[in-house]
């Protein structure tokens, strides 16, 4: 059974930049369409980010657009959210999924209820 763990999280200044990383283990989520999810106090989940099988493919929500960058390494089995310009409201939990349900897809799925592998998440404090 595939599981995903966040790293890189953390605590920044605003306009400072973060990497983070979600490696799996227990299979290869290398076929799959992955991304990037975040849940802040008091808030519904929300998209960030999600990339197709190959990466090739890429959709940001507009609050991260221009500021973060999703990629993929499939031989590394990891994927990888760098964010850069950080804002007091990037502040989240920020999780990592996959959706199993669908191989080598061109096109991500964007919203979360498609998404069925899940990470524990990573916490990302942005402080102005």
């Known amino acids: 059974q595939v599981q995903l763990v966040e790293s890189g999280g953390g605590s920044v200044q605003a306009g400072g930049s973060l990497r983070l990383s979600c490696t799996a283990s227990?299979?290869?989520?290398?076929?799959?369409?992955v991304g990037w999810f975040r849940q802040a106090p008091g808030k519904e989940r929300e998209l960030v980010a999600v990339?197709?099988?190959?990466?090739?493919?890429?959709y940001y929500a507009d609050a991260v657009k221009g500021r973060f960058t999703i990629s993929r390494d499939n031989p590394k089995n990891t994927i990888y959210l760098q964010m850069n310009s950080l804002k007091p409201e990037d502040t989240a939990i920020y999780f990592c999924?996959?959706?199993?349900?669908?191989?080598?897809?061109?096109?991500?799925?964007?919203?979360?209820?498609?998404?069925?592998?899940w990470g524990q998440g990573t916490q990302v404090t942005v402080s102005s």
């Open positions: 990339t197709s099988w190959s990466g090739g493919t890429t």
């Open positions: 999924a996959a959706d199993g349900s669908l191989e080598w897809p061109e096109q991500p799925k964007r919203y979360g209820y498609e998404y069925d592998i």
């Open positions: 227990g299979g290869s989520v290398s076929r799959y369409g």
